[in-house]
């Protein structure tokens, strides 16, 4: 600055006036970001949020009540499920939910996300599948396909960049099983081109992930507040993620490992050296071998869980430092998934395991080793008898329809409740919890 060039001559008060005076019209050229990630001296990763550090202690949301499937509107429940559901979290310790797509109705959106930010401090990832779940399978290798995509997740980002309880975008979940065919397979000319399988793999990896990363790209221009996460499953894939997907801010993983996550924090950092946020992890609470419910498994597992997210996060020299915190799969159970498309199942929960895990050992020895089952992962149980939704005396609270399921929180919910208040990282957990 030249009007400070002979800065001797200039009297010190009137040189601290200055220098204080430039602070603030830097400050006011910078981009006015509420929620980022930073870098710190020590190579470590910190979300901060209103200026302050952040550890994100989620949850994933879906709130189905018994007897409907995936298809019902749960925005539009006149019970507003998220008013009790918000209120347990709060006492719990959760400070953010997962949303995976926003729902067509852009202010039943708005009122879910400012009802859990204004009434229990509770912040929102929202994301968006990226065509995943479409039928026929989606097609990344397809202009026409990717922009309607890319058209819809801007529109998400244009009605909801500046609500205040917004904490962040998630792209995808597990995607890029697509570019390995094992889920939701596609192909392009270019793919079938090549006679290589491994070369095809490389091919839709680098198709998908640089579709992702115009994404992002483009989410930054319209919302520089708020960070823009990469949904992968495990760490497949990433290594292309590398080299054609660095404009994301973090990668949202869906991780499921048992009792502990290994060696995924310094291994990511290895081959993305990107923050993560683990958006789906946790354990089911059925027990296949024992052919019972059991709590004790369930909250075992998370509290292993919840001890390593602590180990890798921010300043702590054990970890690798990368870790932003959690959302945990999820805060109630679905009793439609065994059976998505049969209506009478949906009032049943199924005690039929959908995969197998050896990592969540102690019911390993079940049939044929299917052990996990995609109907017991809540924290929280649902009764099928029907309570008020809305306790009465909240500013929003207007009970309608017949009421909510009951909800009954599990062991595990104390469980994490307790860590979080006093997050002791301890050498190991030996065996199965009895007496939490």
Known sequence: MVFLKNHRSVPLFLRTVLVFLLILVLSACQPNRNVYIEKLKNQHYQLIVAGRPYIVKGVCYNPIPLGLNHEYDWWSDPNKPWIA??????????????????????????????????????????????????????????????????????????????????????????????CLGHVNPWSSPEVDAEVDPQKQKAIRAKIYYSFVNDLSQEIHKLDSR???????????????ANKFCQDVDFVACIIYRGKTFGNFFKSLRMTFDKPVLLAEFGADCYDAYLKKEDQNMQAFFLQSQWQQIYENLANNKKGAGN?????????????????????????????????????????????????????????????????QATPAGLPTGQPGGQGLNKRIPRKAYYVIREFWKNPVIKKTLGKRMSNL
């Open 323 to 387: 870790c932003l915190g959690g959302t945990v799969f999820e805060w109630t159970d679905e009793w439609w998934k065994h059976a998505p498309d049969n209506a009478l199942n949906w009032k049943v929960h199924d005690t039929e395991n959908g995969w197998s895990n050896s990592s969540y050992y102690f019911d390993i020895r079940a049939e044929n080793n299917m052990n996990m089952n995609e109907e017991w992962f809540g924290i929280v149980a649902l009764e099928e008898q029907l309570e």
């Open 226 to 240: 708020h960070p823009v996460g990469l949904g992968n499953g495990e760490l497949l894939g990433l290594d292309y």
């Open 85 to 178: 559901d918000g209120k347990l979290m709060q006492k719990m310790g959760v400070n953010t939910v997962r949303l995976y797509q926003a729902h067509d109705n852009s202010d039943e959106v708005k009122q879910v996300i400012r009802d859990l930010y204004n009434l229990y401090g509770i912040r929102t990832f929202l994301g968006d599948w990226l065509g995943f779940w479409e039928f026929p399978c989606p097609f990344y290798g397809d202009k026409k396909f990717q922009d309607k995509v890319k058209s819809q997740v801007l529109e998400m980002v244009r009605l909801y960049k500046d609500e205040p309880g917004l904490l962040g975008w998630i792209l995808g979940n597990e995607n890029n099983y697509s």
